[in-house]
């Protein structure tokens, strides 16, 4: 446990550091290796350029945009996944740093759209 303050520095510094190269090639150039099949990191590094992705426990999700040098970190309190993703994915449109679609609609369990979450940010 740490100060999410410091993780999102510990990861600016690392994939914005030209001697830690490896690392963020290895993230940028296999998002599926990293983060795994239908993961919001993945998703995010496949669907967008030069931002790299991480989820951690907790509802935690730090992405760094390689090029701006900036970071940003959503931590959802009651670790809701789905919640995680459209807040993420919302941040980063507003931020212009990806356009990333995600479903905001509220289904049963056989598919039926019953409402829609709408995030404040």
Known sequence: ???????????????????????????????RVIGGEN???????E??????AK???GGL???VNIQKEEALVVKISDCDMRAREIVTLD???NLHWADIDTSHD??????????KIISTL
């Open 39 to 45: 993961r919001l990191d993945t998703k995010i590094m």
């Open 55 to 57: 989820v951690g426990a």
């Open 47 to 52: 669907n967008s350029n030069g931002l790299v």
């Open 61 to 63: 999700c730090i992405v």
């Open 106 to 115: 509220i289904t049963t369990l056989h598919g039926e759209v019953v409402g």
């Open 1 to 31: 446990s740490m100060p999410l303050k410091n993780m999102l520095l510990g990861y600016l510094n690392l994939f914005t550091d030209a001697k830690y190269e490896k690392i963020k090639n290895a993230f940028l150039n296999y998002p």
């Open 91 to 93: 941040s980063l449109k």
